[in-house]
């Protein structure tokens, strides 16, 4: 059955969110705020918080310092996962990964399918691995964020989650992970 073995350790993630907006500041960012709460919330260090237009090379420029720093193992974009114009954070990413994780976007269309029902169609949520982390790309509202967080990246975060997590395929805890 899964779920959370509390006889397990909790070892704690070290997270970093993007949000990709031509308009949010921190100051009006619901979203990174969202995530950033439940981060802590939960356990997590947030190691870094940044936003960024939605532009090819500036996604790419902040995600690449970020993956050069090895104590970032997860990053979670918010943003410009739609079919506007402005909407880039597919083609910004997706060249950085060398993985794609495709139950993440499977099951964050079957959650939000929930809350906004066949709207979840315009969505290009998607996940994969980038060097030794793992971007999680989540749409820009709030509700989506929550989608994303609740009952499924709270999850796949907890180490002591059974049958696995996502924390079993970071290098610092592939061991205490198995």
Request: glycine share 8%; hydrophobic share 40%.
């Amino acid at each position: 059955m899964p779920g959370i073995d509390e006889t397990l350790t909790f070892h704690p993630l070290n997270i970093a969110i993007l949000t990709i907006s031509d308009t949010r500041t921190l100051e009006t960012d619901t979203s990174g705020e969202l995530l950033a709460s439940r981060i802590v919330t939960a356990g997590h260090d947030l190691i870094a918080r940044a936003i960024v237009r939605d532009d090819v090379a500036a996604i790419r420029a902040q995600l690449e310092a970020w993956l050069a720093q090895p104590e970032i193992e997860i990053i979670l974009t918010t943003g410009g996962t739609g079919f506007s114009p402005r909407d880039n954070t597919p083609e910004a990413v997706r060249p950085l990964l060398r993985r794609e994780m495709d139950g993440f976007s499977v099951a964050f269309h079957q959650r939000s399918l929930e809350s906004v029902g066949v709207a979840t169609m315009q969505s290009r949520a998607f996940a994969g691995q980038a060097r030794d982390a793992f971007v999680f790309c989540i749409p820009g509202s709030t509700g989506a964020c929550r989608d994303a967080w609740d009952g499924l990246l709270e999850f796949e975060f907890d180490s002591r989650h059974k049958p696995c997590s996502i924390a079993g395929a970071l290098p610092r805890l592939r061991e205490v992970c198995a």
